[in-house]
C-alpha cells in the first residue's frame, strides 16, 4: 500500500511539472488516479488531451465536455472509452461523423437499446463494429448472418457473445478470412477447432494465419497445442508461446527454440518455469533478455543480473517489472537512459530508505555535470531529503523540473 501511495505523489509531480514529456509519462501510467488526471484537463498539448480522454479513469465530467467537442477525433475517442456514461454514448450515437457513431457501436459499455438503434445505421463501419461487439444481445446477433457480407461475418466470427450455432454457420461459408476470426474466438468449442484445421481439404495447405489462431486461444484442446509446437512454422509457435494456457511443458521446448522471436515469446509467458527464464536471462539476443526482464516469474538473481544488461531495452523492461526487487532499482534510478530512471522511481519498491541511499551514493560519487539531473529526477519521490530540495531549486534554472 505504502508502494503505491509514492506512485501516486511521484506521478502527480510528474503531471505538474514543465516538462512535457513527464506529463505524459503521468497520464500513460496505469497506476495515475482520476484526481490527476482531473488536475489535466485543461491542458493543450493535443497528443495529451487524447490519452487524458481514452484513460479508464478519466473523469466522468471530463468526457461529458468533451463529447460536446468540435474536433471529432475528441468525440471519437469520448465515444470509445468503455468508462464513457450511457447517456453521453446514446447522444453520440447521433453524432454526424461515422468515425463517432463506429466508436460507439464497438465500445462495449454502450447500453444495449443505443446498439439496436445503431442496427439502422447505414454506415458499413458501425455495422462491422456491432457484429464483433460483445455487448450485443445474441439474438440480435443473428440478425448480421443474412447480409452476406464477408468482412460482417469475420467481424460476427470473433464475437466471444456469438451463439454456437451461429458459429457452426459462419464455419460453413467456407471464407477464408471468417475461419481465420473463429480460430480467434475464445467461445469456440473444441471439437470445431480440428475442423477449422482441416475443412475439407488437407491440413497442410491450411494458412498459417488460421494454425497461429488456432495456437493462441486459450479453449484450443491440449493435443491439438502439442502438434502445434512442433509446427515447422515460426509463426505458429510464436502464437503459440501467447496462449495463457500453454502447458509449462510445452514453453519449456518453446523456450529452447531456435528462433529468436520464439524464445523471446516464450521468455514473456508468466508460465515459463524459473529455470528456463534464468537461461533466457542470459540469452545471445536482446529480445529473450529484454522478456525475461519484464516477466514477474524470472528468478530474483537472474532480475538482479540484468541491471547490467548493455541494452537499454532490456534494463527499461526490468524497471517496468513489477516484481524487481529493490537492489536491481538501486542501480536503475542512475541509469543512463531517463526513461528507466523514472520507470524506477514510480515502481512499488522503490522506498524512502532506497531513493535516500542513491542520494548519499550520488552525493558522494563523481557524476559531475549530469548530478544536477539525476537528483532533478529523484526530488519528485516524497523520501527525497529535504535539504537538499532548497539546492535543488537555487539550480533549477534552465532544468526541467
Known sequence: MAGRAHTRVVLRSFARSR???????????????GDILAEMRREADFPLRCLLLSHRRCPPETLTDFAAHGNRRFRAIVAGNPTCPGPVLAMLARDPDGAVRTAVAGNRSTPAAVLKYLMRDPDPGVTRRLAAN????????????PTGDEAIWAALAENRACPPHLLSRLLRTGSGAVRARLAANRSLRPEIFPLLLADGRDPTETPASIRAA??????????????????REPGVRLALTANESCPSELLTALAADAHVRVRAGAARHPGTPAPDLHHLSADPEAAPRSGAAGNPSTPEPALRALTRDPDHRVRDALANNQA??????NALLTDAYRSIRV?????????????GEVVRRLCDSHYGKHLSDLLND???HPGFPPHLRTMIASERKGLCL
Open 214 to 231: 488456432i495456437a493462441a486461444n486459450p479453449s484450443c484442446p491440449p493435443d491439438l497445442l502439442a502438434a502445434l509446437a512442433r509446427h
Open 19 to 33: 516538462c512535457l514529456w513527464l506529463r505524459h509519462f503521468a497520464i500513460s501510467h496505469p497506476s495515475c488516479t
Open 343 to 355: 520507470a524506477a522511481l514510480v515502481h512499488p519498491a522503490c522506498s524512502t530508505a532506497l531513493v
Open 134 to 145: 460483445p455487448a450485443m444481445p445474441p439474438g440480435d446477433l443473428e440478425w448480421f448472418l
Open 324 to 329: 524487481c526487487p529493490p537492489a536491481a532499482l
Open 378 to 380: 529523484l526530488a519528485h
